[in-house]
Every structure is written in C-alpha cells, then in structure tokens.
C-alpha cells in the first residue's frame, strides 16, 4: 500500500540492508571517504576574519612602500585582458541514442514515416490517456 519512499517500512528495511545486508560495504567506504575528506578539512588552518586580513595587507602595503593604487591591484587580479570563452547552454542537448546514430553516420533522429488518417504525417506521441496505470 505504501510506495512513497518516505514510507516507515521501507525506510527501516532500507537502513536494515545498509547496516547488515547487502550494501553494508559499499555504505562503509562512503563513510570511510566522508570521514577522510571532514578530517582533512578540520586540520586546515581555520581562516582569519576579513578584519584581521585587510590590516595585514595595509601593513604589508606600508612595509614595501607600495604606491599603487586601487584600480591597479584591481587590473593585476584578472591579468588577461581577454574575456574567457562563454560555453552556451541554450538549445537542445543531443540524447546519447542520437550521439550513437550521429556516430554511425546516420540522421541524429530517424525522419517519420507513419501516416495519419488525414495523409498527414503520424505524430510521435498518441494522444488520449496514458497506457500505464499506476
């Protein structure tokens, strides 16, 4: 009756299977590899407030006499003067059927044959409703 994975029963036989079962090792080396990575991170020096990091620099600054100004270290921080090449995410996105028929050296979707009642060209999709029930 119960088929949201949010339900009670497969959460506990879910865990069950992760704790004793079948999946119990590949659950362990995640936790191992999580563990790794926090404790990686906790022995990093802990980041010094913003505060702290700009007197530093202004000392910094002083000690070598340094005369430049802000628009100057600004231009220093991005130093190519070109833009990076913008990678376009509008359009459509090949399906890996259409990948492997572009690699065969055929037409990346197949041209449509079937005819309506009409003589028209048959649509992909028939209307009406769905044939899987749920």
Known sequence: MAKSTRSKV?????????????YAATEAARL???????????TTDIPQDDDE?????????RAEGASESATDSMQVDGESSQKPERI????????RR???RKSKGL????????MNRQG???????????????
């Open 120 to 134: 028209g060209i048959a649509a992909r999709r028939k209307a009406g409703r769905s044939k899987r029930r749920r």
């Open 88 to 95: 376009s995410t509008h359009g459509p996105r090949n399906s």
């Open 53 to 61: 990091r700009a007197m530093e620099d202004e000392e910094a600054m």
């Open 10 to 22: 497969k959460r506990s036989f879910r865990a069950k299977k992760r704790e004793e079962g079948i």
């Open 107 to 114: 037409t990346p979707k197949p041209a449509p044959t079937g």
């Open 98 to 100: 259409e990948e492997w």
């Open 32 to 42: 191992n590899r999580l563990h790794a990575k926090l404790s990686a991170v906790a």
